[in-house]
């Protein structure tokens, strides 16, 4: 399956992933970073896979849906097939949890009589274990290590080849529950759920809290599926947001650029609070920031780039050598390494967020800005080291300009709340550390002969990250230094009109990151040009190209991290939340007056 083939469900403490096919090729349980019981999305059917839909005839593969969508404003599926004898439709949703997940597969005939098959692939901890199996009470239970999962089937199961199958037939008045449940293998099974009933709720729960979205302009639909999608990669028990549900999809097909996503990165999750403020979702926002104070207590020094969904903080890589990756791409990986690196835009992005936290009316509190106050102390001694930068560079590190305005930025949201809300602060030392911030960023990370900030001082090279630097206030949208950068970017950077994160296409670029092959366009980063261009008054163009990424979504709105303009194929890890974020704020600014915070201390 294309990753545009591919669906999202989940009951916002994991996720599944459901293809044309009627396959449910990705679930980890009962975290989003917990290991998988289908697996088949890295590897093949063999590593753990469940298929629901028409039988289809021998030798032609799986039939594919003739149409999918979301029922209304939910995170419920509706899958139809066309087939020659009539249509059937399969539903898929993940209700909101009690006790321990489940997976909910409902068969309803629409026309006519559909022969149907069922097939179900167990495998545990990355397709690595095959369960031990048994039948109870008419139901399947699966046992390996510390998982066990329950099937429920209404249909009779013939069990062979590792593997259990079904045949049935879909009729009109057909309404076939099947129901997949884990728990750990050394509790008692958990209750049984009505899944008609859970469906019903499960309606009601997506629609009551889309209710409370504020956003009306013109795109409303593209607004409410990403803000759905930011939702449901929202950890519920604590707060925490994943960047992604899936591990090692490839930024190039084949190639080695694949990362575990399903972690809580600071700077991603403080965009999706932005996006989520914006949207009138103050209580997500302020269940963000409660597990942002939890995750970084301690001391400023020992602050990390990401997280774990609960605030774990030891995130070890590993590789996964059986598991052959998303169409050959290797190595699969588990954990992220970047954990350790030093990325001092992140300063930046939490000052940023606790900035937002207040605009927003949550109500400040004295904990929070102790924190603040130490990592200021901190980045005081900090900013002026070279870093990773915000793309997590693999190679060596670099005096990435974007770090620089970032930790310009913390410095000046940190004066801006000590000055309005009265705190204890050393007001004119910040206030020097910040102006020397920017009196050096101008004059080493700009090129005056081209006119265009760069990468990194000293580099020749373009990052689209510069795309932020009036975003956040650092220079007006007027100032020439931000309009030819602009022009930069989109003369250097961009492929059919999708911006690049930064060229990789010869072997200096290739030293920059560290790491062999390209990538595709970073859709983010398209965003960012759209609402430069919005500040520079170029409102057609901005809207063109906003129009032209909603075009990049599949059929049901999703986005992964990069679009290949090459393949013309969506690629990395998906759905991704740095995708749909800016997918939000722009769509906000461009319906309305403009949002972009430009005040300073």
Same mark, same amino acid.
């Given at each position: 399956?294309r990753?545009?083939?591919?669906?999202?469900?989940?009951?916002?403490?994991?996720?599944?992933?459901?293809?044309?096919?009627?396959?449910?090729?990705?679930?980890?349980?009962?975290?989003?970073?917990?290991?998988?019981?289908?697996?088949?999305?890295?590897?093949?059917?063999?590593?753990?896979?469940?298929?629901?839909?028409?039988?289809?005839?021998?030798?032609?593969?799986?039939?594919l849906?003739?149409?999918?969508?979301?029922?209304?404003?939910?995170?419920?599926?509706?899958?139809?097939?066309?087939?020659p004898?009539?249509?059937?439709?399969?539903?898929?949703?993940?209700?909101?949890?009690?006790?321990?997940?489940?997976?909910?597969r409902i068969?309803?005939?629409?026309?006519?009589?559909?022969?149907?098959?069922?097939?179900?692939?167990?495998?545990?901890?990355?397709?690595?274990i095959?369960?031990?199996?048994?039948?109870?009470?008419?139901?399947?239970?699966?046992?390996?290590?510390?998982?066990?999962?329950?099937?429920?089937?209404?249909?009779?199961?013939?069990?062979?080849?590792?593997?259990?199958?079904?045949?049935?037939?879909?009729?009109?008045?057909?309404?076939?529950?099947?129901?997949?449940?884990?728990?750990?293998?050394?509790e008692?099974? %958990?209750?049984?759920?009505?899944?008609?009933?859970?469906?019903?709720?499960?309606?009601?729960?997506?629609?009551e809290?889309?209710?409370?979205?504020?956003?009306?302009?013109?795109?409303?639909?593209?607004?409410?599926?990403s803000?759905?999608?930011?939702?449901?990669?929202?950890?519920?028990?604590?707060?925490?947001?994943?960047?992604?549900?899936?591990?090692?999809?490839?930024?190039?097909?084949?190639?080695?650029?694949?990362?575990d996503?399903?972690?809580?990165?600071?700077?991603?999750?403080?965009?999706?609070?932005?996006?989520?403020?914006?949207?009138?979702f103050?209580?997500?926002?302020?269940?963000?920031?409660?597990?942002?104070?939890?995750?970084?207590?301690?001391?400023?020094?020992?602050?990390?780039?990401?997280?774990?969904?609960?605030?774990?903080?030891?995130?070890?890589?590993?590789?996964l050598?059986?598991?052959?990756?998303?169409?050959?791409?290797? %190595?699969?990986?588990?954990?992220?390494?970047?954990?350790?690196?030093?990325?001092?835009?992140?300063?930046g992005?939490?000052?940023?967020?606790?900035?937002?936290?207040?605009?927003?009316?949550?109500?400040?509190?004295?904990?929070?800005?102790?924190?603040?106050?130490?990592?200021?102390?901190?980045?005081?001694t900090?900013?002026?080291?070279?870093?990773?930068?915000?793309?997590?560079?693999?190679?060596?590190?670099?005096?990435?300009?974007?770090s620089?305005?970032?930790?310009?930025?913390?410095?000046?949201?940190?004066?801006?709340?000590?000055?309005?809300l009265?705190?204890?602060?050393?007001?004119?030392?910040?206030r020097?550390?910040?102006?020397?911030?920017?009196?050096?960023?101008?004059?080493?990370?700009?090129?005056?002969?081209?006119?265009t900030?760069?990468?990194?001082?000293?580099?020749?090279?373009?990052?689209?990250?510069?795309?932020?630097?009036?975003?956040?206030?650092?220079?007006p949208?007027?100032?020439?230094?931000?309009?030819?950068?602009?022009?930069?970017?989109?003369?250097?950077?961009?492929?059919?009109?999708?911006?690049?994160?930064?060229?990789?296409?010869?072997s200096?670029?290739?030293?920059?990151?560290?790491?062999?092959?390209?990538?595709?366009?970073?859709?983010?980063?398209?965003?960012?040009?759209?609402?430069?261009?919005?500040?520079?008054?170029?409102?057609?163009?901005?809207?063109?190209?906003f129009?032209?990424?909603?075009?990049?979504?599949?059929?049901?709105?999703?986005?992964?991290?990069?679009?290949?303009?090459?393949?013309?194929?969506?690629?990395?890890?998906?759905?991704?939340?740095?995708?749909?974020?800016?997918?939000?704020?722009?769509?906000?600014a461009?319906?309305?007056?403009?949002?972009?915070?430009?005040?300073?201390?």
């Amino acid at each position: 399956m294309r990753l545009e083939d591919y669906a999202l469900v989940g009951d916002m403490q994991s996720a599944a992933l459901i293809g044309r096919d009627g396959s449910i090729d990705w679930l980890c349980t009962p975290r989003f970073d917990s290991p998988t019981c289908f697996a088949a999305l890295l590897g093949s059917e063999s590593h753990g896979h469940w298929r629901i839909g028409p039988a289809g005839d021998p030798g032609a593969g799986h039939p594919l849906a003739t149409r999918r969508r979301y029922r209304g404003d939910t995170l419920i599926l509706e899958s139809e097939w066309d087939t020659p004898t009539g249509t059937v439709r399969v539903i898929d949703f993940m209700p909101h949890r009690d006790r321990a997940p489940d997976l909910v597969r409902i068969v309803e005939g629409v026309t006519g009589r559909v022969p149907m098959r069922m097939e179900l692939r167990l495998r545990f901890d990355y397709g690595r274990i095959v369960p031990w199996v048994r039948r109870i009470d008419g139901h399947i239970q699966a046992i390996g290590g510390p998982d066990s999962v329950w099937l429920r089937s209404p249909v009779p199961l013939d069990g062979h080849d590792l593997c259990h199958r079904a045949a049935f037939t879909a009729e009109p008045g057909t309404r076939l529950a099947f129901v997949v449940t884990w728990h750990p293998s050394h509790e008692p099974r %958990p209750p049984e759920i009505d899944p008609f009933r859970q469906l019903k709720e499960t309606e009601l729960l997506w629609n009551e809290w889309v209710s409370r979205c504020t956003y009306t302009g013109p795109w409303r639909d593209a607004v409410v599926r990403s803000l759905i999608t930011l939702k449901a990669l929202t950890y519920e028990p604590t707060g925490g947001i994943v960047a992604a549900p899936t591990t090692s999809l490839p930024e190039d097909i084949g190639g080695v650029r694949n990362w575990d996503y399903r972690y809580c990165w600071l700077r991603d999750a403080a965009m999706t609070l932005d996006a989520l403020i914006r949207c009138g979702f103050v209580d997500e926002a302020k269940a963000w920031r409660e597990w942002l104070l939890r995750a970084i207590a301690g001391r400023p020094q020992d602050l990390q780039i990401m997280y774990g969904v609960a605030g774990e903080r030891r995130l070890t890589e590993l590789e996964l050598d059986w598991l052959p990756g998303y169409e050959n791409s290797r %190595p699969v990986r588990i954990g992220n390494g970047a954990v350790k690196q030093l990325q001092i835009d992140v300063y930046g992005e939490v000052m940023n967020t606790f900035h937002l936290a207040r605009r927003a009316g949550i109500p400040p509190d004295r904990r929070a800005w102790a924190i603040q106050r130490s990592l200021m102390d901190y980045l005081e001694t900090k900013w002026t080291e070279p870093d990773e930068g915000l793309w997590e560079i693999r190679g060596r590190r670099r005096h990435f300009v974007h770090s620089k305005v970032m930790a310009w930025v913390a410095l000046d949201r940190a004066l801006h709340a000590a000055r309005h809300l009265g705190h204890t602060a050393p007001l004119e030392r910040w206030r020097r550390t910040r102006d020397r911030i920017h009196a050096e960023v101008c004059e080493r990370g700009f090129d005056p002969v081209r006119g265009t900030f760069t990468q990194s001082y000293g580099s020749s090279e373009l990052d689209a990250a510069l795309l932020l630097i009036p975003q956040v206030g650092f220079l007006p949208p007027t100032d020439p230094r931000v309009i030819g950068t602009v022009e930069a970017v989109r003369r250097e950077l961009t492929v059919d009109g999708l911006v690049m994160r930064y060229a990789t296409s010869d072997s200096d670029a290739n030293r920059v990151d560290g790491l062999p092959g390209t990538e595709g366009a970073f859709l983010a980063c398209s965003f960012w040009l759209a609402d430069a261009l919005a500040l520079l008054n170029r409102r057609e163009e901005a809207v063109e190209l906003f129009e032209h990424l909603l075009g990049l979504r599949n059929d049901v709105g999703l986005l992964a991290e990069e679009y290949d303009p090459r393949l013309r194929r969506l690629v990395g890890n998906f759905p991704q939340a740095f995708s749909h974020v800016p997918l939000i704020h722009t769509a906000c600014a461009l319906s309305g007056p403009g949002t972009v915070d430009l005040a300073t201390g």
